[in-house]
């Protein structure tokens, strides 16, 4: 074989945000915006990577790659794909196969889909068909995090890349991050999914995503030392042992980390919630915790905006919207919308507009499926 094409999906997350590095549970699904990775073989020692999107890497010769003292390719957009070669490398596989790299995208990217984790996982993907490196599923999902965590700098947790490799048409993934495990749930074909994009990047976004990771850092510190527990423990008997859950806020005395902390509960029992309603087709009553989820996020977690909280409160008032809330690392990107396929277009795109109006904006929405895990074409 001398070339490969991949579909990389991106994906959304029905609830569960900002839980998946406490490691309690999340509601992923994979969608029909990907990235079709090809890649070919050639003579060399160097590789080659063009995307539709960001342009011509040039040629990178693998003495560059492999060089991670000299040669820093985080802050380019190709870095997700030598960040890749070089986790590779770290666990014992180093390729010296020329090649080259073409990306054709739908998937927009900075907008809380999970472009950076579509890239290294359908990348990864290729290159274990490709050259035959014999590495199991979730191998490749591990690899691809390792990847973004020590070569990209972003301290993400393990969902994105979990989700993109075992997503399922028409369901999302009940997943358990304590044991990496998920139970397929599926969804009702009358409901519509949104995605609003809000063009909206704030400059603190990647500071602030740093910062959440620190205070759950005090937070673990705290609970490991009081009560010999970690913050997945905690947080679990947290939600149905009232007394527990105040001997922990008392002993975390901090307003910030203890507004964290009640963020962790609420979601995780909503989450769980979520899934209950799901399986017994309660769609409404589960969607209807979407709007919950966003308060959370914006008061509890605070990784939301002033313009995204009022569009969201917006769009959760217009007749037959289930829930909308913000998704993503925060501080901008993009907001889920689900509704019932009586939903009225025109009125979402005025609530829109309104809100263009105020802030100058030029937010935008498209609709979108749950479809196909990653896969060769």
Request: glycine share 6%; proline share 1%.
């Amino acid at each position: 074989m001398n070339s490969i094409c991949i579909r990389s999906p991106g994906r959304i997350n029905f609830i569960g945000e900002h839980v998946d590095y406490i490691e309690t549970y999340s509601c992923p699904a994979t969608i029909n915006l990907y990235n079709d990775i090809t890649i070919l073989k050639t003579a060399g020692k160097t590789i080659r990577i063009y995307s539709d999107r960001f342009g011509d890497s040039k040629e990178i010769s693998f003495d560059q790659i492999y060089n991670t003292i000299k040669h820093d390719f985080s802050k380019f957009w190709y870095g997700y794909f030598t960040s890749v070669l070089r986790a590779l490398n770290d666990k014992g596989i180093k390729i010296l196969s020329g090649f080259e790299v073409k990306v054709i995208s739908n998937l927009v990217d900075g907008a809380g889909l999970s472009s950076s984790a579509s890239i290294e996982v359908g990348f990864l993907y290729g290159l274990n068909e490709l050259f035959s490196l014999g590495l199991s599923k979730m191998e490749i999902v591990k690899i691809a995090r390792y990847s973004e965590n020590k070569y990209m700098n972003a301290p993400c947790g393990i969902m994105d890349q979990y989700t993109v490799m075992f997503g399922k048409k028409n369901n999302f993934l009940y997943l358990n991050y304590n044991d990496l495990t998920h139970t397929y749930c599926s969804l009702d074909e009358n409901l519509r999914f949104l995605i609003i994009d809000t063009k909206i990047k704030h400059s603190i976004a990647a500071e602030g995503y740093k910062k959440r990771i620190e205070e759950k850092g005090k937070i673990e510190n705290i609970l490991k030392e009081k009560f010999n527990l970690s913050i997945r423990e905690a947080v679990i008997k947290s939600i149905d042992d009232y007394k527990f859950y105040s001997e922990v806020i008392l002993n975390l005395n901090d307003a910030t980390l203890n507004k964290r902390f009640n963020h962790f509960v609420l979601e995780t029992d909503r989450t769980k919630k979520f899934y209950q309603f799901i399986k017994e087709k309660y769609f409404e009553k589960a969607f209807s915790l979407l709007n919950q989820s966003h308060i959370s996020l914006s008061s509890l977690y605070e990784v939301s905006t002033e313009e995204i909280d009022e569009l969201i409160f917006e769009i959760q008032k217009l007749e037959n919207v289930y829930g909308a809330r913000m998704i993503g690392g925060g501080f901008g990107g993009s907001c889920l919308v689900v509704a019932n396929k009586d939903l009225d277009i025109d009125k979402l795109k005025l609530t829109i507009e309104k809100i263009n109006q105020k802030y100058s904006y030029k937010i935008d929405f498209f609709e979108i499926r749950i479809d196909e895990p990653v896969h060769a074409l």
